[in-house]
């Protein structure tokens, strides 16, 4: 079996748009194996309702039929020039789409007039007195083609005689170019209208003219008398105001009654006749304008009173002299001096108040003050401060200058006010006393001599030393006190050195310092550095055995120039089981012994004393004789000896306190590099 589809279906045809509705427009076959197959209207583009439901006819040819496309409506070549049609044949095996294209054949269509001009025409009612040229109908008509044009034109005026009176413009609009009069002329016209397309078609209307008898009022205002406002500045050509006659009298003139060269009047609007500004010409305030309207037809004339009165616009800010304040003033400058005067003035006309607001910043809050458009110091000006260097020295302030305008305008006058330097303050020391050990080398600092200056820049300060002992020396920039030779705490204990702090740069008059001077003291800490004196430093006694081992057998003279307090102790190992050092006095341990058949002492022990002050020792000897003897009272002889055993002076090594820091940290260092290596050693 053949495949379902569409027979000679062709691809465009074209229809007159003048084709009536039922007309069929296209017929075509279709193949199908259904008794009666269906073919529907898919779409069409443009969307236009004009097609009835396909009309499907059976042949005689098995599985062939006709099939009719039928107009229900009529196609308007002006709406759509071409419209595609896509139709659907379906089939019990599905749908085949196919599409064929309708060309509309353009027709001349009739020019359509207002279906009241045409039947039973058109009725106008025209005033006699009405002014010409004057418009008295217009022709409504229209044709329905496209890009076609229409032709206006009279075919016939009753009564003839008034043929000349009309003619008709290109859009249809009857004119008369003469006057009516209901007394001496026609009454009643009719005039016979054609309207015609370029192809020649046309369309037919009539227009009936009633002349109305008109009754002539006397000239009246609508307003005799006028106030009027206006604001400046609105240029040329604004209009001011209007002069009305009763609408009743035709051909009504205005004009003013003598010259006014600021305003002009036409058809009764009073204009600028240039821009009107109050601020160079103040007479332009109020001006009284004498109108008068008159009309020749009637011969009748009437004055009216206008009064305008210009109003002032804001336009203009103060305008401040000076425009800024840039100056240099002391910081020491008193609080209400004038820093100088402030004039503002306003050239608008109503505006001639002008006040003003000083505006401050962080920095020059409550700095400054204004007093009858006085610039004047509110408070003191510093200029030794941080955050005012940071600024370059220089206070900021703004003076708003307003207007009493509506809306008000603001002006702005910046007051930039540097402050130079004042050197106010003399310099203040802080430290007055140091102490340093005895035996300390010379070049070093002893420790910071400091003074303090409030002045910008803070602390600028150089030192010196006016008098006092030659030991010292300072640094004058940093001021460091340092030792220029030996101390001694046994020959002098106090140093006073009379040192002077000078500031300098801190006045704008480089020369203008101020000075300070003060005693400093310098304690010299005793160091022991002075081995014991013993005088005698030998000592012979003699004893009885009876002394009791309570009683002193010698007492040692020894001395300290460091005043270190002594001791002693006995220095050979034979004399300790025998004696011991009490202070600096020598005792018996027990009492001694002397049996013929039994215990029997020495008689006599040298014995060996130390005597020290916690760094230095000296050596002494003492010889002890022993008396054998029984007796209750013990005698105790101590006779002095020459010299056999001289001072030895135990010295040690004393470091640097530097020195033992940078071991010090040499040493963690040291540990520190060591553990390091050991644990990366063990983690490998």
């Not at 898919?42 to 969307?47: A, H, M, Q, T």
Request: hydrophobic share 40%.
């Amino acid at each position: 079996m053949a495949a379902s589809g569409f027979i000679d279906l062709p691809a465009s045809v074209s229809v007159s748009e003048s084709t009536r509705p039922r007309s069929v427009v296209v017929e075509f076959q279709v193949q199908s194996s259904s008794l009666l197959p269906t073919v529907i209207i898919l779409s069409v583009n443009p969307e236009l309702a004009v097609f009835e439901t396909p009309i499907v006819n059976p042949t005689k040819v098995s599985g062939i039929f006709n099939v009719q496309i039928v107009l229900n409506g009529s196609l308007d070549y002006e709406k759509a020039s071409m419209v595609s049609v896509r139709l659907g044949l379906v089939t019990p095996s599905g749908r085949v789409d196919q599409t064929f294209h309708i060309r509309v054949v353009d027709e001349n269509n009739t020019p359509q007039c207002e279906p009241l001009f045409q039947l039973p025409g058109a009725e106008v009612h025209v005033p006699e007195n009405l002014p010409v040229p004057v418009t008295l109908y217009t022709v409504l008509a229209s044709d329905p083609d496209r890009n076609d044009t229409l032709s206006f034109s009279i075919s016939q005026v009753l009564p003839n005689t008034s043929k000349e009176q009309f003619h008709i413009s290109g859009g249809g609009s009857i004119i008369s170019n003469q006057p009516f009069d209901y007394h001496t002329g026609p009454r009643e016209l009719m005039l016979s209208v054609v309207v015609r397309d370029k192809h020649g078609a046309n369309c037919t209307g009539t227009v009936r003219i009633k002349v109305l008898k008109v009754y002539n009022p006397p000239l009246d205002l609508l307003l005799v008398s006028q106030n009027v406002s206006t604001f400046e500045n609105q240029g040329p050509e604004d209009i001011v105001a209007i002069v009305r006659a009763n609408l009743t009298i035709p051909d009504v003139l205005y004009t003013f009654v003598k010259d006014y060269p600021h305003f002009k009047i036409e058809d009764g609007i009073i204009r600028t006749a240039y821009n009107l500004d109050l601020e160079a010409e103040r007479a332009l305030a109020q001006s009284v304008l004498l109108v008068r309207a008159y009309s020749v037809a009637v011969e009748r004339s009437a004055t009216a009173t206008v009064t305008v009165n210009v109003l002032d616009v804001n336009e203009f800010p103060p305008f401040c002299f000076p425009s800024v304040f840039v100056l240099e003033v002391s910081e020491t400058t008193e609080v209400g001096s004038s820093l100088g005067s402030l004039t503002c003035v306003d050239i608008d006309v109503s505006n001639q108040s002008v006040s003003l607001t000083l505006v401050e910043n962080r920095l020059s809050l409550f700095k400054f003050r204004l007093r009858d458009g006085q610039l004047q110091v509110n408070n003191t000006l510093d200029y030794d401060s941080a955050e005012i260097a940071t600024n370059n020295f220089q206070y900021e302030a703004t003076i708003l200058a307003m207007d009493t305008g509506t809306p008000p305008l603001t002006s702005q006058v910046r007051v930039l006010v540097s402050v130079t330097p004042v050197n106010e303050h003399d310099p203040a020391f802080q430290t007055l006393f140091f102490s340093v050990p005895e035996g300390t080398r010379p070049g070093t600092a002893v420790g910071t001599v400091v003074a303090r200056d409030t002045d910008w820049p803070f602390d600028n300060i150089r030192y010196s030393i006016t008098s006092g002992d030659a030991m010292f020396t300072i640094d004058p920039e940093g001021g460091e006190l340092y030792l220029g030779g030996e101390l001694d705490f046994e020959e002098q204990q106090v140093y006073v050195v009379r040192a002077q702090a000078e500031d300098y740069d801190q006045d704008v008059d480089r020369t203008n310092r101020k000075r300070r001077t003060v005693d400093i003291t310098v304690q010299v800490e005793d160091v022991n550095d002075n081995a014991p004196v013993c005088d005698p430093i030998s000592y012979e006694s003699t004893i009885f055995s009876t002394l009791s081992n309570k009683l002193p057998i010698l007492s040692l003279s020894c001395t300290d120039a460091d005043d270190d307090e002594l001791t002693a102790t006995i220095a050979n190992g034979a004399a300790v089981d025998r004696f011991l050092m009490t202070g600096l006095s020598l005792f018996s341990k027990n009492v001694f012994s002397y049996v013929v058949d039994g215990v029997y002492d020495r008689t006599m022990f040298e014995v060996t004393i130390s005597v020290s002050d916690g760094r230095h020792h000296t050596a002494t000897v003492a010889y002890i004789y022993v008396v054998p003897w029984t007796t209750t009272v013990p005698t105790t002889t101590t006779t002095a000896k020459p010299p056999q055993v001289v001072t030895v002076m135990s010295d040690y090594w004393d470091p640097e306190p530097w020195f033992v820091a940078v071991v010090t940290v040499t040493g963690v260092l040291l540990l520190v590099v060591t553990s390091l290596l050991i644990w990366t050693i063990l983690s490998r």
